[in-house]
C-alpha cells in the first residue's frame, strides 16, 4: 500500500473521540453498512468492505482508532485509517489514505469524505497557525489581506496555504466554485483562501515581485516561506487561469497532484507513542479466538480451562514482547525519517539554485531569440509577417499547458491538433514545468516563423536547416527522427499521433521529426512532434506535445 493522503490537525473546541465515533459510523452506513452491526470495538465485513475498529481509555487520554477497506474502481483496494485522541490539551485528528497503487505510480488525490464531514463540524480546526476548513476562506479587505500575508510569512507554519486571486473575466460564482471545490479536495493538507480585488491589491503589496498572485491565478503558498530569497520563489507554485479554467475542479486537481508527488506529509501526533499500545492490542474476543484456534490444533478440550492455562500465558508474553520489538522498530523508523527529510530539503534546496539559474539562462536565450528574429525581419521586407505580428506571452505564466495554449490562440500556422496533448498534466506539475513552459512556447514560435519564410517563397530548406542558418532555435534540440529501438520497438506506436483528416484522412501520422524541449532522457521528458502540410503553400504544422515516459 501507498501513501496518498495524511492529515493531522488539532480542534480545542471538539471532543475528538465523540465527533470521530459518530462521523465514521456515519459515512459506513452511507457505504452500506447496517448502523446495528457496526462493533463498539471490533471489526466486520460485508462484502468488498471491511472496517476495524478500536479503543483506548488511560488516565492520561483517550483514543480511538476506525479503519475502512474497500475494493475502488480499477480494482485498487483503498484504506483509510482514522484516529481521534482526547487528552487534557485538546483533541486531535489523524487520517491517511492509502492505495495499492505501484510504487511510482499515479492516482488521484483527494481529501475522504470523512475528513470533510469532520472539518464542517463547527469548532476551531488547525494545525499551528494555520485554520483548516472543508470550504474556502474568503479574505475582504485590506486587514485580511495583513492577516495572510502573515499567515504565509509565519516560521511556524508547517502547511500549504493556497490563495486564489479573483478573475476579472469569470463570474463572482465561478470564482468561488473554483475555491471552494479547491478546498474540499484540499481538506485537511492546506488552507485554502479566495481573495476579493480590494484584498488582491493588498495582499500583493505585501510581497515583492516574484512572489505575488494576479489574474485569477492560484498559488500554493509552501512551508518555510523565504521572501528575501528570489530563488525561494521557484517552490511556491504558480498556476496560471489558463492552466484550470476549463473546470471548476482542475486547480484544486492540479495541486493535489503537485502536493502528492512532494510526499511532505506531517509527523503523527506526539500523543500517538503514548496512546497507541492501547488501540493496537488484539481484543479480549480476538485472544480468546487465537486460543480456541490453537486448543483445536492441538486437540485439547477448550472448556478445560487448566489445561489452556499455559497456552494463554504464552500468547500473552509474546504479545508483550512483540509490542516491544514493534516499538523498537517504529523509533528507529522515526529517526531514520528524520535523517532523510533532513537530507532531502538539502537536495531540494540545491535543486531550486540549479532551477534558477537554469531559468535565467532560459530567459537570456529567449532574449537573444528575439533580438535575431527582430534582425531577420527587417532584413527580409518580402516575408509576409506582417499579416500577424505574434506576441510572447510573460514568461512567468508558462507551464506546458499554457505554452500549447498560447501557441492555439496566438499562432496562425502552426495548428494543434485537439487531441495533441499526451502527458502534459506530468509536465505541468514537474519542478521544472516553467522551464518547460518556456521551451515549449519557444519552439512552436519558431515553427511559425518557418512557416511565415516557406510562405514567402524563399528556399529555406528544411526546419533544422532554416535553423542553422538563422538561429531562431537551437539545432541540437531539433530531430529528425528516431532511433531504430523507437522505430521498430513497442514504443513505435507512440508516434502514430493524431492529425487534421484534410492531411491525412486516417486522422493519424507518424511523427519522427521532434523537438527536444529538454535534452537527454529520463522518465518525464517533454517532446513537441511535428509534419509539415502536403500543400507547401499552406506552409503549416500540425502539432502533438507529448512527455515521453520510456
Known sequence: MTLIYRAVWNDPAHHAIRVLEDEFKSWCISKGFDPDLIPH????????????????????GQVYRATLKELGEGGR?????????????????????????????????????????????????????????????????????????????????????????????????ENDSRARAAAETLAGIASVHLLSPQASVAFNSGLVD??????????????????????????????????FNRHPRRAGQLIAARLAALQIWPDPPAAWDRLRSLVLRPTEQEIADRVSEMAQASDVDPANAGQLAKEVDDLRELLVVAEAERDAVQAEKTAELARLKLRIEALEGEHIDDLAELEDREQMVASLLANLRAINEASTSSVVLAEHVVEDPDAADLIP???????????????????????????DEAMKSRLWGNGTWQGLRALEQYAVDVASGR???????????????????????????????DLGHSRVLPIDADVDPAGRITMLWHLK??????????????????????ARFTSASTARTT
Open 459 to 489: 528556399d529555406v530548406g528544411n526546419f533544422k536547416t532554416w535553423c542553422l542558418t538563422t538561429g531562431a532555435y537551437s539545432v541540437r534540440k531539433v530531430a529528425t527522427s528516431e532511433s531504430t529501438t523507437v522505430r521498430t520497438g
Open 401 to 427: 499547458s499554457t505554452a500549447i495554449a498560447f501557441a492555439r490562440e496566438r499562432l496562425l500556422r502552426v495548428q494543434i491538433h485537439p487531441d495533441a496533448e499526451q502527458h502534459v498534466d506530468e509536465l
Open 210 to 243: 516574484g512572489f505575488k498572485v494576479f489574474g485569477g491565478a492560484v498559488r500554493v503558498y509552501m512551508p518555510n516561506f523565504n521572501m528575501d530569497d528570489e530563488a525561494d520563489a521557484l517552490r511556491h507554485r504558480f498556476f496560471p487561469v489558463y492552466s
Open 41 to 60: 470495538r471490533g471489526g466486520l465485513t460485508v462484502g468488498d468492505k471491511t472496517l476495524d475498529i478500536r479503543r483506548g481509555l488511560a488516565e492520561f
Open 77 to 173: 483496494w483503498w484504506t483509510t485509517t482514522a484516529i481521534g485522541i482526547y487528552e487534557a490539551a485538546g483533541s486531535t485528528y489523524w487520517v491517511d489514505l492509502d492505495c495499492d497503487v505501484e510504487p511510482g505510480g499515479r492516482t488521484p488525490m483527494a481529501a475522504p469524505r470523512l475528513v470533510r464531514q469532520v472539518l464542517n463540524e463547527e469548532g476551531e480546526a488547525g494545525r499551528g497557525p494555520v485554520p483548516l476548513a472543508a470550504r474556502p476562506f474568503v479574505e475582504r479587505g485590506v486587514e485580511a489581506a495583513g492577516e495572510l500575508v502573515a499567515l504565509i510569512c509565519d516560521p511556524e507554519r508547517d502547511l500549504p496555504v493556497v490563495v486564489f486571486s479573483p478573475d476579472d473575466r469569470a463570474s463572482v460564482a
Open 517 to 538: 524541449i529538454q535534452e537527454g532522457g529520463g522518465q518525464i521528458i517533454p517532446r513537441c512532434t511535428s509534419t509539415t502540410t502536403p500543400a507547401g503553400s499552406r
